[in-house]
């Protein structure tokens, strides 16, 4: 279930980037989750070109999977029909794309880089177009040595998984009961945690996902037989495909030739980023040392294969740490016995000389240090001690007892657990004792599972305003650029650039908070 905020700020987001008719179809499908065409052009009350354009916009990019299940039709008979699923991820990832430019341009070179930034900007392409785009950048067209450079330095962004092949246009979709293990497909990560059962649209995406040995395999010439005669009108390099499956017009299909597209792996990304936060984390809780260390651990986790790597936990020998520790420069300067007192900072215990940590602690770490500096900042000292005490209790505690432990004063204790209950942040329960007289007694406790999902949404909420925000001192510089030439033009100016990089920043920050309970 999308929070009432989150789906204010994908909206948003669809909106700046590709226009309202767009958006329109996108929160239809983002608040009554899959509808088939004929839905969407009732709900929309747009016309059916408008509804088919703004579809293949949001496929082109990722944004809707398209599936087809069977459905009770008029007559009684079961039909199959093709609907539309919003993937509100996929509309998240898109603030991301700076960040997933950075780790290509980080670990790979400047061409790499190239060909990474043409995926974001078109969404989706084939290795012909890709090819095209290189070409035409360097004006070579036709040029061996160029498609030879191209195709080598895509096979760099393949291998290190920072591209994949693009999912299946329109799988079939069985009822729930009848859905069979799909164990040679990757799952949904939110599904392999804690055991939690399948939502629909993890089904569904698991169901259009390339099989594990074709998703990072590019052994046919993909996309060689590429016409752009095929492209539909007033679109850009990227957008074809087989649409004539997803009960779209003949005249928007791609003659059903057989080629393969690819896209931007937000798995991966995703993956880097968590270990990034996992690795600062540390760092600021512990010491350089530690994080040294725990970077060691998860670099020599990445190179093996997806099915062997844990997404929570990793497991290595000492040897093969210390062997990964010397290899950085800030490692070397560490010794056997400082790797040993670092694993055991980072909780890591030895089983045959053999260390596991469990990334998911240091993820629940990060996050009550989030939600308790929001406390702080939000409420003061005296709140954030009070909710810091029942976070670590995980239990019910009195208010006089809740009052002792943190020095708080009993007059006081009662208005702030009030104040906290209000807004959300604690759970209150009345217990009420009778004996020679009835005395009531107010107990409250931190629900984590309650209070993130409602952080969360304050956080969409804090986004949505930073990018309007940001957008608003976007159109303010450029009516001001048309308008200057007056004395204060240079103060304006710096004004106006200072207010973009500070909203920048802080919506960057914001988005790593995001991240830890939405993402990781």
């Known amino acids: 279930m999308v929070n009432q905020y989150g789906i204010k700020f994908a909206i948003h987001l669809i909106t700046s980037h590709f226009g309202n008719l767009v958006a329109k179809v996108c929160e239809n499908l983002l608040r009554k989750g899959p509808l088939t065409l004929q839905s969407l052009i009732r709900s929309t009350e747009l016309t059916p070109l408008q509804v088919k354009n703004s579809l293949l916009i949001l496929i082109q990019h990722n944004c809707v999977q398209a599936f087809s299940s069977e459905q009770i039709g008029a007559g009684g008979n079961e039909v199959k029909v093709t609907q539309y699923l919003a993937v509100f991820s996929n509309i998240l990832h898109r603030l991301r794309f700076p960040k997933f430019l950075a780790i290509v341009s980080q670990e790979l070179d400047k061409d790499c880089e190239e060909i990474f930034e043409g995926l974001i900007q078109h969404g989706r392409l084939t290795l012909e177009q890709i090819c095209d785009r290189a070409e035409a950048g360097k004006s070579g067209r036709g040029d061996p040595a160029i498609r030879a450079a191209v195709q080598e330095n895509f096979n760099k962004l393949l291998n290190a998984r920072f591209v994949e092949r693009c999912p299946a246009p329109e799988p079939f979709i069985e009822p729930p009961s009848e859905t069979k293990s799909s164990s040679n497909k990757r799952g949904a990560k939110s599904a392999k945690l804690d055991g ?18 074709l998703r990072f395999s590019n052994l046919t010439t993909s996309g060689a037989d590429f016409d752009p005669e095929d492209d539909i009108a007033g679109s850009s390099v990227g957008e074809k495909r087989k649409h004539g499956s997803l009960e779209l017009d003949e005249e928007f299909g791609s003659k059903n030739k057989e080629v393969t597209l690819w896209r931007v792996n937000f798995e991966e990304f995703i993956r880097c980023l968590r270990h990034k936060a996992c690795i600062e984390n540390v760092r600021a809780r512990l010491d350089d040392g530690a994080a040294i260390v725990l970077k060691a651990m998860l670099d020599a986790t990445r190179g093996a294969e997806k099915k062997v790597r844990s997404e929570n936990s990793v497991s ?10 010397m290899k950085s420069e800030v490692g070397r300067s560490l010794t056997l016995d400082r790797v040993r007192a670092s694993l055991v900072q980072l909780g890591c215990s030895p089983s045959d000389e053999t260390y596991s940590i469990d990334l998911k602690k240091i993820i629940e770490l990060a996050q009550n240090e989030e939600v308790e500096s929001i406390v702080l ?3 003061g000292r005296d709140a954030y001690r009070m909710f810091r005490l029942l976070s670590k209790a995980g239990q019910l505690l009195e208010t006089d007892k809740i009052a002792d432990m943190t020095f708080v004063e009993k007059k006081e204790t009662p208005k702030i657990l009030y104040k906290l209950w ?32 409602h952080v969360l949404d304050e956080m969409y909420h804090a986004a ?6 940001l957008i608003y001192e976007q159109e303010q510089k450029e009516l001001f650029s048309l308008q200057s030439g007056a004395h204060t033009g240079s103060i304006e100016k710096d004004r106006l650039r200072n207010a973009k990089i500070y909203l920048q920043s802080s919506l960057i920050k914001l988005d790593d908070a995001l991240m830890l309970f939405h993402d990781f």
């Not at 949505?464 to 925000?469: G, P, S």
């Open 422 to 453: 209000q807004d959300e942040y604690l759970h209150m329960e009345k217990l009420v004792v009778t004996a020679a007289r009835q005395v009531s007694f107010l107990l409250w406790k931190v629900n984590k599972p309650i209070l993130w999902d």
């Open 316 to 325: 290595l020998s000492m040897n093969t740490i210390f062997e990964e520790v």
């Open 377 to 379: 900042k939000r409420y």
């Open 464 to 469: 949505l305003n930073l990018n309007q925000r």
């Open 196 to 213: 939690a059962p399948e939502t629909e649209e993890q089904r569904i995406l698991t169901a259009a996902a390339p099989l594990e040995v």
